[in-house]
Nanobody, 115 residues
Framework: QVRLVESGGGLVQAGGSLRLSCVAS????????MGWYRQAPGKQRELVAT???????NYADSVKGRFTISRTNAKNTVYLQMNSLKPEDTEVYYC?????????WGQGTQVTVSS
């Protein structure tokens, strides 16, 4: 089992920045990939960024150049630095951890960008 706890969401003006954090606990040695997804009401959850245990990183095209994913050396915390935020980035952001057998989700944190 892997437990994920997110923090760092909130309200920010367009052009501003926020940093999301996600702390993993439990069987973290089994985690292969961690990442961030987001979901707006009535829409499917979509990938924002992922980072593998080998530090291979992938970003959605919509956030490239604005968002940066990173993780601690202990690999139990993953961050999402979000710069140049836009109103269309307003969604609930979820941390995810993938093991060989399943995908775990955090509870989600709301990010709201005002115009």
């Amino acid at each position: 089992q892997v437990r994920l706890v997110e923090s760092g969401g909130g309200l920010v003006q367009a052009g501003g920045s926020l940093r999301l954090s996600c702390v993993a606990s439990g069987s973290i040695s089994s985690v292969q990939t961690m990442g961030w997804y987001r979901q707006a009401p009535g829409k499917q959850r979509e990938l924002v960024a992922t980072i593998t245990s080998g530090d291979r990183i992938n970003y959605a095209d919509s956030v490239k150049g604005r968002f940066t994913i990173s993780r601690t050396n202990a690999k139990n915390t993953v961050y999402l630095q979000m710069n140049s935020l836009k109103p269309e980035d307003t969604e609930v952001y979820y941390c995810a951890a993938e093991t060989r057998y399943r995908l775990y989700w955090g509870q989600g944190t709301q990010v709201t960008v005002s115009s």
